[in-house]
């Protein structure tokens, strides 16, 4: 009989995806995933930036893999357009990292820095992870949103800061539980390696169930309708 909740064992790498909004620690999370995996899992990077390559050229001077495997997209465009709204240049990149250093376990591809309401299509990303930080205030996890709410692990980053910003890390956690219906929340900090564990925990168990065709990826849902400004004056909407 066929089984609705299973799909064939995967050929293909994991795709997994890191959202969040600016400067929370995407890249940061990414370099440790790569740090402390790439012995394990053969690995590849793809930044996207609106108009630079920073981020991989960040993952690049810390030295996390080798040069080749990083690579960025430049999107020109908001993020959330790139990885949700048309995912081409996306996925041509993925693909062709997929094919040059074939066979691939993971791909990992970090999302511009966003405002909290950009997720990864499921036609571009396996997994998503979103990251917050505890720098960026205690009610942020409150607040919802589909990354907050939907991706498959929420991150919450800089729990070493708590202390100097005033917040509550333990009261963040039981928020962010509450707005994902129980959904796995992770409290990490690069200094705390017991967090680090879990982080690569969660990795290595992600990739095992999607390698065995256990994972379905699940859409987180679709962004607020908001409105953007941009430098040379004119403005849009994405509803
Ligand atoms: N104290 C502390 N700082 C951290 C931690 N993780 C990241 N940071 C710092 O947070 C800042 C932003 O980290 P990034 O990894 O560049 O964040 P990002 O989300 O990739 O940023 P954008 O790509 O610009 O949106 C950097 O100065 C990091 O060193 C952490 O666990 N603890
Ligand atoms: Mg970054």
């Known amino acids: 009989m066929h089984d609705e ?80 709204d048309d995912v081409t240049m996306n996925l041509m990149a993925v693909e062709d990292m997929e094919r040059d250093f ?59 800061l708590g202390p100097y910003v005033d917040v509550d890390v333990e009261q963040m956690v039981t928020d962010a539980e509450k707005a994902r219906d129980g959904g796995p929340v992770l409290a990490l900090s690069r200094k705390h390696p017991d967090t680090v564990e879990k982080l690569c925990d969660w990795v290595r168990e992600m990739h095992k169930t999607y390698a065995g065709g256990g994972h379905i990826p699940v859409d987180p849902g679709p962004m607020a309708p908001h409105h953007h400004a941009h430098d040379d004056g004119h403005t849009h909407s994405h509803e």
């Open 102 to 160: 074939a066979p691939l376990d993971i791909v990992l591809v970090e999302s511009g820095g966003d405002n909290l309401t950009a997720t990864f299509s499921p036609a571009l990303v396996d997994a998503q992870l979103f990251v917050l930080d505890v720098a960026g205030g205690g009610d942020v996890a409150r607040k919802g949103g589909p990354g907050i709410s939907g991706a498959d692990l929420l991150v919450i980053n800089k729990i070493d």
């Open 5 to 84: 909740t299973t799909t064939a064992p995967q050929a293909r790498a994991l795709r997994l995806g890191v959202a969040g909004p600016v400067g929370t620690g995407k890249s940061s999370v990414i370099a440790t995933i790569c740090r402390h995996l790439r012995d394990e899992f053969a690995l590849g990077v793809i930044t996207n930036d609106i108009y630079t390559d920073e981020d991989a050229r960040f993952l690049k001077s810390e030295g996390v893999l080798p040069e080749e495997r990083i690579r960025a997209v430049e999107t020109g465009s908001c993020p959330h357009t790139a990885i949700r």
